[in-house]
């Protein structure tokens, strides 16, 4: 049986843009096996216009 979950949690300016945006992903098999990644995107618009991305991911065997 596979399980998985998902956490996605985003940060709004009052004016509604999304200034950064957050996403993990976790899954497990029935074959005590596991994944997992993590992406993370940061933005800040007009004036400072600066903008970030990170990726990670990682595997295990129980």
Do not use: F, W, Y
């Not at 899954?27 to 933005?43: F, P």
């Not at 990670?56 to 065997?61: D, L, N, P, V, W």
């Amino acid at each position: 049986m596979i399980r998985a979950r998902v956490l996605i949690k985003q940060i709004s300016s009052p004016d509604g843009n999304a200034i950064a945006v957050a996403k993990s992903v976790a899954i497990t098999s029935g074959d005590r096996e596991g994944k997992m990644s993590q992406t993370v995107t940061a933005k800040v618009s007009s004036d400072n216009r600066c903008s970030s991305s990170s990726t990670s991911s990682s595997a295990s065997s129980l």
